[in-house]
């Protein structure tokens, strides 16, 4: 995915990631009745009225990087594209940033770079302010700052009756909460506040290493992961087999967000030669950007989340079963498989008092976020692909149970429609969530119109 601007036909550049952008071709092909495209929470609010007076079904669209379809565009409704919503505005006191719901972080981080601040985002400049926040929002200062859902200073929220809040910890403590993981439930936010933090430059990029190399990467993985000592580091993995030969690559990408210190972090994975290195110490917006070029959309994909703990014989178990999977559908047509190893370590749990509604325990951790990432381009294989995605799920859910290292939490921002994800928060955490949503959303609005994405109270199985 490259950031080049293309002309427009009355001859303006236009930003390939504008208005009707959508990473997978999925959401892309979905024709809804209307886009609308509000450029504040009054007109947030007026389409939600009219929504409600009639009836019909709508989509929510900011960075349109939702991993199914349904989520963000609508068919037979209305698709609200919150794109015009663009105001980056940093606070006097440089203590934090108010960001309109429709940025990228790529926008923020420039803006923010040029006055020597960070905040805690995405890693890829396109992906949107607002899907990456409210499911959690995995950065690469989390291991040191938290997760991007645990560091927003307060919201801008238009209800389904249409009424504005402004909900902040002191406002509303029991929606605050609910927003840490489950924001996009409760309504449509049209405004966040984000805590910042001084910053310059970051040391960072991927790695690559070859198939022969396996063993030794994850053993270096496993003990970046296990060592957990410098939070100013991050690291996550990813196994892609583009060449279809069952010999995946491995990418491990690791940052260090304060490179003018040493580190030890990464001595075991520097040991390793790669076939090819990006790393150096440069602008967030530049690794950022990097990521995007590495991240090509328009294809059709699958995803799916799971987690377990982490322990190095469940890695390579998965890894061995990821590659059975996929061996299955090699012969689908433009069939690209990856797998991400994401690691959530007990240092990017919530600090303060309030906690998120993710229902992960400092216990549990080190966990590790499994995430598929298949791609490919004929219509005519989805059904094929969808069902050995699912089977994959399963055949790894029982393995990890026999090792006694599955975790319950699937990650929102990376799931399948059919995952029942508010479920994964923990039976405790769910129920709350549920009682939060008939306070401020007695009539189920935004279920009953919003039928495209993963429900509080479970998904379709579609
Ligand atoms: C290439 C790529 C890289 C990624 N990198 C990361 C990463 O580094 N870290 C990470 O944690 N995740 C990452 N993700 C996952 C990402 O967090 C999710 O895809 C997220 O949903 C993207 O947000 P968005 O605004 O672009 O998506 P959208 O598709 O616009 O929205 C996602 C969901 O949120 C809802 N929504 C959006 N805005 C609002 C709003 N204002 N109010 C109410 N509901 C709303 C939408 O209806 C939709 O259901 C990545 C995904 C991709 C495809």
Redesign the pocket.
Known sequence: MSSTATINASGKAVSQFDTTF??IAQ?AQIVPVCRVLPVNAADVATILNIVRETGATF?????????YAS??NAENGITID?SRLKDITISDDRKSVTVG?GC?FGEIYDKLEAHGLGCVG???SS??????I??????FFSSERGL?CDNVISYELVLANGQILNVSEKSHPDLFWGMRGA??TF????RMELRTFNFERIWGGASVFAHENKAAVFNAFNKFVHDGSDPSTEAFMLATDAAKDGNSVYAVITSHSNPQSDTAAFDDIKSLTPLASTTQIRSLKNLCDE??SQ?EPGFRFRTSSLSVKFHLSTLEQIDAIHTDSVALLMDCDGFVPSILYQPLLGSMLPRDEIGNALGIKPEDTPLIIIAILWRWTDVQHDKMIFDVADQFVNKVEKAARAQGTFHRYQ?L??AARPQDVYRSYGEENRKRLLEIKVKYDPEDLMSTLRP??IQLSGSPKA
């Not at 989509?59 to 991993?67: D, E, L, M, P």
């Not at 992906?127 to 990456?132: K, P």
């Not at 409210?134 to 950065?139: L, T």
């Open positions: 959508y990473f959401a989509a929510v669209k900011s960075g349109g990087h939702n991993s989520g963000t919150l719901a990228r995405g890693r890829i992906v949107g302010v607002s899907g990456l409210m499911g959690g929002g995995i950065s991007a924001g996009i309504g449509i936010v049209t990521m995007d991240n990650y921002n990376y495209g994405i």
